[in-house]
């Protein structure tokens, strides 16, 4: 049984309300926008039955309008990177704004995370919809989107759907930073993860893929067993971690990534339909942002796994196919289930 309720979180400039959805599950507290399908909170206990919010985020509407590093939002139209924001489709060249280095990210200059969706309350959960107007930030094509996030016991499930007028590119994920010891505690060296993955993609200085899917084995990216953040970051990987992994093309429902904390117990279990998932270590933080509670984020004190379609896709012809037809629907979901290990 999973309760939904909302009340009024702030105002954008224009005098539109965001509304935040709570939905409270019998192990998850999750708290949501409609600006931005933004998760701003998710709580679990840990093994000692003590709770505590595991993303990073603001306390206030404000937090979120400012420029921040995607905190909990969902991004579209494109997550990830375009190099140099080019791309062509059926012989036509189409340009996008530049916003990281010489390339486009995450939709662009006003991405799906600043954007105000229209919400629907459902028995276990929220859909929210939205339409990206034909030319938005670039892109072809009306695309109608729905993003849905629904608790069951232990388990979110983020559901996306897509449709469009044109042949369009299409990479929705979430973009939430996890510290499953607590957002505000400073570093995330504590936690044990692996990747069920057996290639990833080298990048180049721009972070761009150079095309080549490497095998993981002998590498510091080989994550099929269990490693320990710190040892690893510290002693192989000193900037930290933001590649792509590359998962089953099946398209059906697949464990991808496991992390356990532990100190405390958690163990964060995420399966899913996606063919990659970016792994992120925070290397960008340095502390200015002040969040909840005034707590402040440093360097690798939250990590990201972002399930999506591999980066620069609409590039790269021998990576999965990114593009979205007009006969077609967009459909991916990703779960996230938090459990305790007892000792």
Not at 16 to 34: A, D, E, N, Y
Not at 87 to 92: L, R, T
Not at 171 to 195: K, Q, W
């Amino acid at each position: 049984m999973t309760r939904v309720s909302s009340e009024t979180f702030g105002s954008l400039p224009d005098g539109s309300p965001v509304v935040r959805f709570t939905l409270r599950s019998s192990s998850i507290t999750l708290r949501v926008l409609s600006f931005g399908a933004i998760v701003t909170s998710l709580e679990t206990e840990d093994r000692d039955g003590r709770a505590a919010d595991l993303v990073l985020g603001f306390d206030t509407l404000e937090g979120y309008i400012n420029k921040h590093p995607y905190f909990g939002a969902v991004i579209g139209r494109v997550a990830n990177r375009i190099a140099q924001g080019k791309f062509s489709i059926d012989g036509k060249d189409y340009q996008l704004a530049i916003n990281n280095g010489p390339n486009s990210l995450h939709g662009g200059l006003k991405g799906f995370d600043k954007v105000l969706w229209t919400p629907e309350i459902l028995p276990n959960g929220v859909t929210f919809s939205m339409t990206s107007v034909d030319g938005d930030e670039g892109y072809p094509g009306e695309l109608k989107v729905w993003v849905t996030y629904e608790l069951n016991g232990e388990e979110l499930s983020i559901n996306y759907r897509a449709k469009t007028s044109k042949t369009t590119p299409v990479n929705l994920t979430n973009h939430s930073y996890f510290n499953l010891a607590g957002h505000g505690i400073p570093t995330i060296y504590d936690h044990e993860v692996s990747i069920e993955a057996d290639n990833y993609l080298p990048v180049d200085k721009t972070t761009i893929p150079t095309g080549e899917i490497a095998s993981v084995v002998n590498t510091y990216f080989d994550l099929r067993n269990p490693v320990v953040l710190g040892n690893h970051i510290e002693n192989k990987l000193t900037e930290g971690f933001d590649h792509n992994f590359c998962l089953s093309l099946s398209k059906l429902r697949s464990p991808c990534a496991r992390v356990y904390h532990r100190p405390s117990g958690r163990l964060l279990e995420i399966e899913t339909t996606q063919p990659g998932i970016q792994f992120y270590t925070a290397n960008f933080l340095d502390g200015s942002l002040k969040g909840k509670g005034g707590a402040i984020y440093p360097k690798h004190s939250a990590f990201c796994l972002e399930t999506q379609n591999w980066p620069d896709a609409v590039n790269k012809m021998e990576f999965p196919d990114v593009l979205l037809r007009p006969s077609e629907e967009y459909n991916h979901t990703t779960w996230f289930k938090f459990s305790v290990v007892k000792q």
